[in-house]
Structure formats: C-alpha cells, structure tokens
C-alpha cells in the first residue's frame, strides 16, 4: 500500500508535471532506444568539459546503460568537487545501484561531508539487510536516529542536471532536451532514477521493532524524514511512523493530518505550476528551476508557488 502511495504522491509532485513527454521518448520501443543513445551522446560532451558537474551529469546520464562507466565518472566528480554534499550523495547512490561495487568508501565521504544527514547512512542500512546481519542493521538504525536532516539534494541535482545541460546545448543532438522545459523535465528524471533511495530496507528493518529499542530509534529515523527535503522522504517517514504507532493514538492522527497538509499543498500548488498556455511552458520551467535553485527543500518550493498566488498554505479544514 505504501509503494502504491509514494507512487501516487510522486506523480503529483511538480517534477513530474513538468514532465516532457510529448515526443513520447521516454516510452518503450525504438523512439526509447534513439533516446538512449542521445543521452549518450550527451555524457560524451560533458566528458570532454571535464568539471565535477558536468561529470557528475555525465554519470547520472549513463547509469542506466553504463553502470561501470557511471561509477568512475561519479568518483571523477567528487573527487574534483570534495565538499559538495550533492555530488557525494550521486556518486554514493550510483555505487550503491552498481552490482560489485564496494560502497564503504563513498559512504564514508558522504558521512565526513555532511555527518548530520541521516540519509547518509541508507545504503550501509539495505547492504546490512542484504546480508541479513542484525547487529548492523540496529548498529546503523541508531546511527540514523542521531541525524538532524534527511537530505537527498532534491533540488540542488535537479538544478545542476538541469544547469550542466543548458550549458553546453548548442553541441547536443538537435532532438534531445532541445527547450528548457525538456531540461527541467530531464532533470527530474535523471535525479529521480539516480539519487532517490529504496526505502524498503528501512521499512523491513522497522517493521518488527514494536516494544524494542530499534522501534525508539526508528521512530526517530521516521520524524527525521518527515522533514525530509523531498516529498516522497517526507511521506515515507509518515507511513513508517504511522506502523509504529497504535493506530487510534494521537500521534497516528498527527501524522494523518501532516500527510494531509503535503499532499493538499502539492496538489494544489501543481495546479498552478502547469501553464494554461503552451508558449509559457518554458517561462515556468525557467521559474521552477529559479525556485528549485533558491529553496533546498521539495515542499517549501510548493509553499513558495502557492504564496505566489496568494493561495493559503494550510488545506481547508473539511477538505479530506
């Protein structure tokens, strides 16, 4: 039910209204294919730029096809940029989705760079639950529970994607991202399949914990998120609170009403962001990403759109 949730809230959120998809490249088929291959031709450009941030976009872009090449571009990346936290949390996550690649030295970077990010510590949680090593996994779930933040640099990715591709768009195929909706929409695509975590082994970790200290630490780790600096963070930490808690208690209520208010700020918010005119699509792309540059957190660019409008940003009271 979860999955189908975050599914659901995710498909509402602003990155993907903004979505390209009128070419249909996106979708299955030999269009998909010539759209593999654009990005590719992309990744060869930002190679030759040799920055950590066109390298890192390089990396985000070949990781579907190119799992090896992905790994080496991301480590090229971090190591020319060391203190950028974003880049260190795209060169982790790359190697966490990389069959044979040893995480331990990229999580302990993305630690030493950004040591109050719970986050940080995902992967070494799911490699523990792969190996089904109990000890870890409450080793790190206590870990997890001293952070303050739960940042997967939402933002800040989709805007170097984003910024890494304009620059250098006079060189890329004539047909790939050729507008700044397309980048924007690209963007949130590329980051979505390279830096946003599974959220299962932290949901299985917690799921038999009621009564035990790991219960305490998760119930931690699940606020945590809920400030998390993305949406589908923020609701995951919701439904792993609400399993933790009895379900007629005042804390589930809490957290109901809380989920109630992101969604209702997100939905409404996107109906705002979707121009009505098609010939203004890249003024608000160009808007969101202005927004996306200046707000690090997913819902607070939600909240900005709906002061925008002058619109409130707590839901009417019998609106369920």
Same mark, same amino acid.
């Given at each position: 039910m979860i999955k189908r949730c975050l599914a659901v809230l995710a498909?509402? %959120?602003?990155?993907?209204? $903004?979505?390209?998809?009128?070419?249909?490249?996106?979708?299955?088929?030999?269009?998909? =294919?010539?759209?593999? @291959?654009?990005? *590719?031709?992309?990744?060869?450009?930002?190679?030759?730029?040799? =920055?950590? +941030? %066109?390298?890192?976009?390089?990396? #985000? /872009?070949?990781?579907?096809?190119?799992?090896?090449?992905?790994?080496? $571009?991301?480590? +090229? *990346?971090?190591?020319l940029d060391p203190e950028n936290p974003a880049i260190a949390w795209m060169r982790l996550q790359i190697c966490a989705n990389t069959p044979g690649c040893d995480i331990r030295d990229a999580?302990?970077?993305? +630690?030493? &760079?950004?040591?109050?990010?719970?986050?940080?510590?995902?992967p070494t949680l799911a490699a523990a639950a792969k190996e089904k090593d109990p000890i870890e996994v409450a080793r790190v779930l206590a870990d997890m529970a001293q952070g303050a933040r739960f940042d997967v640099y939402w933002n800040r990715t989709v805007v170097l994607l984003f910024d890494a591709l304009k620059?250098?768009?006079?060189? $890329?195929?004539?047909?790939?991202?050729?507008? =700044?909706?397309?980048?924007?929409?690209?963007?949130?695509?590329? #980051?979505?399949?390279?830096?946003v975590p599974s959220f299962a082994p932290l949901q299985n970790a917690c799921r038999d914990s009621l009564g035990t200290e790991r219960q305490a630490n998760c119930l931690k780790v699940s606020k945590i998120m809920q400030r998390g600096d993305t949406v589908i963070a923020q609701l995951a930490g919701f439904g792993l609170e609400r399993r933790l808690v009895p379900p007629d208690s005042k804390e589930a209520r809490v957290v109901a009403e809380r989920r109630r208010v992101l969604e209702w700020r997100v939905s409404t918010a996107n109906l705002f962001n979707e121009? @009505? /005119?098609?010939?203004?699509?890249?003024?608000? #792309? +160009? #808007?969101? &990403? *202005?927004?996306m540059r200046a707000i690090p957190r997913e819902e607070d660019v939600e909240i900005a759109i709906l002061r925008e409008h002058r619109m409130p940003i707590e839901p009417p009271e019998d609106q369920q």
């Open positions: 498909l509402m %959120s602003a990155h993907s209204v $903004l979505a390209f998809s009128s070419s249909g490249t996106h979708g299955p088929g030999p269009a998909a =294919d010539k759209y593999q @291959i654009w990005r *590719a031709a992309a990744a060869q450009i930002l190679i030759g730029r040799a =920055d950590a +941030r %066109s390298l890192a976009t390089a990396a #985000a /872009l070949s990781l579907a096809s190119h799992k090896s090449a992905a790994v080496e $571009l991301a480590d +090229r *990346a971090n190591e999580a302990t970077t993305m +630690r030493w &760079v950004d040591a109050d990010n719970s986050a940080a510590w995902m620059k250098v768009h006079s060189t $890329l195929p004539s047909n790939y991202v050729p507008s =700044d909706l397309a980048r924007l929409s690209e963007a949130m695509l590329v #980051a979505g399949a390279t830096i121009p @009505i /005119l098609p010939w203004l699509r890249n003024a608000r #792309a +160009r #808007a969101q &990403v *202005a927004r």
